[in-house]
């Protein structure tokens, strides 16, 4: 996995600052502002992170989650 500041490699694909972050649902759950370690960082919306292992694809302009659960999922830096 590559950092800069604005993109990110990861095994599913280059997730970039300011990219939606969609439920399994459909519902957007805020924006990408970083990614830190194995930790999707939310900007502008209603969770603090998601894990990567959540991600079950990347689009061109959006990331979607999978709805398999993650204990982790949406909770703040220290819980």
């Given at each position: 996995m590559?950092?800069?500041?604005?993109?990110?490699?990861t095994?599913?694909?280059?997730?970039?600052k300011g990219m939606k972050?969609?439920?399994?649902?459909g519902v957007v759950i805020g924006t990408?502002?970083?990614l830190e370690g194995e930790e999707l960082m939310?900007?502008?919306g209603s969770h603090d992170f998601v894990a990567i292992t959540q991600i079950d694809?990347?689009?061109?302009d959006a990331v979607l989650l999978s709805?398999?659960?993650?204990?982790?999922?949406g909770l703040g830096p220290t819980p």
């Open positions: 590559t950092t800069t500041d604005t993109a990110w490699t095994q599913q694909g280059t997730i970039r972050v969609i439920a399994a649902d990408v502002a970083a939310l900007e502008s694809g990347i689009s061109a709805d398999r659960g993650d204990a982790t999922f």
